[in-house]
């Protein structure tokens, strides 16, 4: 079965410090593999997705995230963080555009102004 | 984009009543919903895939007949949670595919916070 492993459970960093969150899954065929962002009292947004092509993703907000298929990971990055980003990041993989979607636990990252 | 909307956002019932949630798909089509299940400070728990004129399909673990889930039209899914007890107390969040625009994104609602007394 598919699963997905976020290492950082909660994640404190100052302003314009660098970002990389850890993901990983298992699964071995052909994956979709998605970001996904949860701001403070509000719903579930798409930070960026990966199906295919240029495993360097860039998304909204200045995110980007790098698919490496031989350690199955796809790690999220910001070179330098805002007090706006606090939320919770979630990492989720699919096995094909139409199937469904399997989430990590999260990771609540909190910026300090 | 696209917006998908839930409702109620919050309900409370007593033990052993059911509860309705629906989720709409406002401005796309979409033959594929999807329920989760949130717990406080924990990730999304897949619990069934909602289809368009057909059964649901429920994740293992996931009791079909305490769940009901009816799909019965392209912009509508419904979750009934019947004889609901205190332990099924929790955050549930549908979502729903634009697969119009060929993306596949998925879109999410609100969520619902359900409370059973």
């Known amino acids: 079965a598919q699963s997905v492993s976020q290492h950082n459970h909660h994640v404190i960093l100052s302003e314009a410090a660098s970002l990389e969150l850890g993901c990983n899954y298992s699964?071995?065929?052909?994956?979709?593999l998605f970001w996904y962002v949860q701001y403070p009292g509000q719903h579930l947004q798409l930070l960026l997705k990966?199906?295919?092509?240029?495993?360097l993703v860039k998304g909204i907000k200045g995110f980007e995230a790098e698919f490496i298929k031989s350690k199955f990971s796809f790690n999220l990055r910001k070179p330098s963080v805002q007090w706006s980003d606090t939320a919770e990041y979630f990492c989720?993989?699919?096995?094909?555009?139409?199937?469904?979607?399997?989430f990590g636990k999260g990771t609540r990252l909190h910026i300090l102004p | 984009g696209a917006v998908v909307s839930q409702h109620p956002s919050r309900v409370i019932c007593k033990s052993g009543t059911s509860v309705k949630i629906e989720c709409r798909s406002l401005?796309?089509?979409?033959?594929?919903m999807f329920w989760y299940r949130q717990f406080p400070k924990q990730s999304l728990m897949l619990m069934a895939t909602?289809?368009?004129?057909?059964?649901?399909?429920?994740e293992q673990g996931v009791e079909k007949d305490k769940f009901l889930i009816n799909h019965a039209s392209l912009t509508l899914s419904t979750l009934t949670v019947t004889s609901a007890h205190p332990e099924d107390s929790s955050f549930y969040i549908c979502?729903?595919?634009?697969?119009?625009?060929?993306?596949?994104?998925?879109?999410f609602g609100e969520g619902s916070r359900l409370t059973v007394l």
């Open positions: 979502s729903a595919r634009d697969q119009t625009g060929g993306t596949g994104e998925l879109f």
């Open positions: 699964y071995g065929g052909t994956v979709n």
């Open positions: 990966y199906f295919s092509g240029d495993p």
């Open positions: 989720a993989v699919g096995q094909n555009r139409d199937d469904k979607i399997i």
């Open positions: 401005d796309f089509q979409a033959t594929t």
């Open positions: 909602s289809n368009e004129g057909s059964k649901a399909t429920y």
